[in-house]
């Protein structure tokens, strides 16, 4: 199983991204099996979680995201988005993906005010 994120950027406040993270050599009842899981990292600071869906699909939020970020899942693709609006920039950090006990490579995302 590899995990590739993609999508961040460089946007003002207020703006939008939408990151992705393809879950790929899993077969579906595998994908759907585990966690996934967004998190982001500041220098300095603890990586935090972002947003999460479990394998039912249920979906936590950290309450500095919601009304936000969404989080959503394409099982056919494997691949799931975090949709990124009104982008602060306290929002900046790498973005990590994590599904089951792997970790994506980060992806940078930088919100300038």
């Known amino acids: 199983v590899q995990l590739q994120a993609s999508g961040g950027g460089s946007v003002q406040a207020g703006g939008s991204l939408k990151l992705s993270c393809a879950v790929s050599r899993a077969i579906l009842s595998v994908f759907l099996g585990n966690t996934l899981g967004w998190y982001r990292q500041v220098p300095g600071k603890e990586r935090e979680l972002v947003a999460s869906?479990?394998?039912?699909?249920?979906?936590n939020y950290a309450e500095s995201v919601k009304g936000r970020f969404t989080l959503s899942r394409n099982n056919s693709k494997k691949t799931a988005y975090l949709q990124m609006n009104d982008l602060k920039p306290e929002d900046t950090a790498v973005y990590y993906c994590q599904f089951g006990v792997l970790w994506g490579q980060g992806t940078l995302v930088t919100v300038s005010s």
């Open positions: 869906i479990t394998g039912v699909g249920a979906i």
